[in-house]
């Protein structure tokens, strides 16, 4: 029993990846959660007009965290509109027949920081006063897999397809199938296209299932062409295929693609969507527009919640085709090491 246990810590500790992954995996994840989830510096951005409001309320918001836009009595009274043109404003505060009013685009930490602050101007002068909330997108009331059930589709199809494909692609080379078939006259670039080919139609078949499923099954609710979103999904698991297939190169066994996850992977999370990134601190935000999953997410959020089609998603669109590109031409020249043709 005791001659099995060393032999256990002997393999362990002449792993490195294995080590890294017990040791400074975990201590980094929680460092990039502490970072992205403590205190933020965002200032919310709040639009109103002055002249119609009361200035007591107006002097007390300039004297909280916030920043002030001005908006005229055309953009006051179509609130919706210019929401739709201003993403960068977190509330529009304002008053109609049913009193005061506050309008944002949907609910998000960005959202709630910016009602946090009206709230807070507002009980200061009248605590009795009632203000409506209203959002453009979702409802006031809708539950967190509602509002966030597009981020966990883009998580969950290139999570999956990431781990089948990284590990396929390992089990092939370990069992000396991919050098025997780079013996044949085959060309490395249609080794790549037609793995990726192969693994695509099961994307294929995994993103038509799962947007049908949460859709028509778990009630996700779906304001644009759900055309769109199987095709987004789609480019996002060849893509997720694509990302397996380039981590497997430093990969010797199986377990050691797993041991890519905390890495490759999960801070990808953070950057779909369920954090705005322009609330992450120190511009940490922007690490987000390298990450595939960015892109993905964002595209079926327009979709889904925005209502949106090709004319909004287009450039999320040619970020995933880049990425495929990028990675099919990467992993085209890491097979020069298995053969050189």
Do not use: C
Not at 190 to 198: A, C, K, Q, R
Not at 284 to 291: F, S
Not at 315 to 325: D, E, K, R
Request: charged residues 15%.
């Amino acid at each position: 029993m005791m001659a099995l246990a060393k032999r256990v810590i002997r393999q362990i500790v002449g792993d490195k990846r294995a080590v890294a992954l017990i040791v400074l995996a975990p201590m980094l994840i929680f460092t990039l959660l502490s970072i992205l989830l403590g205190d933020t510096e965002y200032t919310p951005i709040i639009a109103l007009d002055k002249d119609v409001l009361p200035p007591a309320l107006v002097n007390t918001l300039e004297e909280q965290n916030v920043i002030l836009e001005s908006i005229t009595i055309s953009e006051h009274f179509n609130t919706e509109n210019f929401l739709l043109e201003h993403r960068n404003i977190d509330a529009v505060l304002f008053f109609s027949e049913m009193g005061m009013e506050i309008g944002m685009y949907e609910s998000s930490t960005k959202s709630a920081a910016a009602l946090r602050v009206i709230q807070n101007a507002t009980v200061a002068l009248n605590p009795a006063a009632n203000i409506e909330v209203t959002f453009i997108i979702g409802e006031v009331n809708e539950t967190i897999f509602d509002s966030m059930g597009f981020a966990f589709l883009s998580i969950i199809s290139f999570f999956l397809i990431f781990i089948v494909s990284g590990m396929a692609l390992v089990r092939e080379r370990s069992a000396g199938t991919l050098e025997r078939l780079l013996m044949t006259p085959i060309t490395r670039r249609s080794v790549v296209v037609g793995y990726t080919l192969g693994y695509g139609l099961f994307a294929v078949i995994q993103a038509v299932i799962l947007v049908l499923f949460s859709i028509f099954v778990l009630g996700v609710n779906s304001q644009g062409n759900v055309a769109w979103v199987i095709l987004i999904m789609l480019l996002l698991a060849i893509t997720a295929v694509s990302f397996g297939k380039f981590i497997s190169i430093f990969a010797h066994t199986e377990f050691q693609v797993v041991q890519f996850i905390p890495i490759a992977i999960i801070p990808q999370v953070f950057f779909s969507g369920i954090i705005p990134l322009d609330t992450f601190p120190n511009h940490l935000g922007n690490l987000g527009y390298i990450m595939p999953i960015f892109y993905g997410s964002s595209a079926i959020r327009e979709v889904m919640r925005g209502g949106n089609g090709l004319s909004v998603i287009w450039s999320y669109l040619l970020a995933l085709l880049g990425y495929i590109f990028v990675l099919s031409l990467l992993n085209t020249l890491a097979l020069k090491k298995y053969r050189k043709l």
